[in-house]
């Protein structure tokens, strides 16, 4: 975490909100504008790896490409070789589907589709700018009290045309929802990596909560 908990450069700190393998994301308020924001902050751990701070800078730079409702708006980035590495994007004021769908009432199938239609629409704007997410799923898709869907974390995502970043040996992505080309290491992935991934939060959307291929390994 942060040193400083309260303020990261002009953003007052507020509370942690939730945190992954890359980052921890805090609310956060801008004073200038008056507007409470997430603000997610690489752990410092990653933030010596050069690989894990281009992955965050590219982030940044996809979604900034991007403009879509159901896409959260970057406001703000720091420089990928400062100390603190953070993202600064519109504050969602709801939960993951993940976490709807396991600690919420069962979802009706019709509702489970209503989401996956909009973050359908989301990753066909990603496409549309040649960006592939790579990371689809439940826990990616943030879910209002307004009932707009937003997809987010674009930490991974691969741009057409550009080289792709992989590690040796290391598996990129969420198992139980990727494509077997993605499982099998394959670099050159297109997009139907990412309408796998959606077939995949679509099962488990409708099923409550049911993986379609549930195994130990």
């Known amino acids: 975490r942060p040193v400083n908990l309260q303020q990261i450069e002009k953003y ?41 701070r281009e992955r965050f800078s590219r982030e940044a730079k996809a979604v900034a490409r991007l403009t879509h409702v159901n896409i959260p708006e970057i406001y703000d980035f720091s420089a ?48 549309h700018h040649a960006i592939i997410h790579r990371d689809v799923k439940p826990e990616n898709i943030l879910v209002g009290r307004d009932g707009v869907a937003k997809l ?7 741009i057409v045309g550009l080289e792709s ?14 494509s077997p080309e993605q499982i099998e290491g394959d670099v ?5 990596a990412d309408i796998w991934a959606l077939g995949t939060v679509l099962y488990v959307a409708s099923t409550g909560g049911m993986l379609p291929f549930d195994s130990p390994t």
Not at 188 to 192: K, S, V, Y
């Open 12 to 52: 007052e700190i507020l509370e942690e909100i939730g945190q992954g393998g890359m980052s921890v994301v805090y609310r956060g308020h801008d004073p200038t504008l008056a507007r409470d924001v997430a603000v997610k902050v690489m752990h410092r751990h990653l933030a010596r790896d050069p690989d894990a």
């Open 80 to 127: 990928s070789d400062g100390e603190l590495n953070y993202l600064v994007t519109e504050l969602i004021d709801g939960n993951a589907l993940s976490t709807l769908l396991r600690e919420g009432a069962p979802m009706l199938p019709e509702l489970g589709a209503s989401i996956v239609l909009q973050v359908a629409a989301a990753l066909g704007h990603a496409h």
């Open 152 to 158: 987010t974390d674009f930490g991974i995502a691969q």
């Open 165 to 178: 970043m992989t590690v040796t040996g290391t598996l990129v992505g969420s198992p139980a929802h990727m």
């Open 188 to 192: 050159d992935l297109d997009f139907r």
